[in-house]
Nanobody
């Protein structure tokens, strides 16, 4: 599956952005999906994930209450709505998909980097204070 993230940009603290991830090559309806971010000089970390049906979601503590992940399996897309952005949210954001059978058979949100196999190119989010 090929993934293309978009929607990044530059905003001031307190602003909002909506990231989108378009998948092609195969359906993502049987895949858990996730958004990662990588700030300069830091490791790539999972920010949020969603189960194949969308019923189950996960958020890292630092974004809880501010970010919302969603998916549209008919459109083969996953989105990340980001509100009340902070300078520490500045990073390249990547979407990713699981290909493991476990997440196809179980409607749970993936939590580990190793759960993901397909990665898209990043979209840059810059938040100024």
């Amino acid at each position: 599956v090929q993934l293309q993230a978009s929607g990044g940009g530059s905003v001031q603290a307190g602003g909002s952005l909506r990231l989108s991830c378009a998948a092609s090559g195969r359906t993502i309806s049987r895949s858990g999906m996730g958004w990662f971010r990588q700030a300069p000089g830091k490791e790539r970390d999972l920010v949020s994930s969603i189960s194949r049906s969308g019923s189950n979601t996960y958020y890292v503590d630092s974004v809880k209450g501010r970010f919302t992940i969603s998916r549209d399996n008919d459109k083969n897309t996953v989105c990340l709505e980001m509100n009340n952005l902070k300078p520490e949210d500045t990073a390249n954001y990547y979407c990713a998909a699981t290909l493991l059978t476990y997440f196809r058979l179980n409607d749970v949100s993936p939590r580990r980097s190793d759960d993901f196999a397909s990665w898209g190119q990043g979209t840059l989010v810059t938040v100024s204070s």
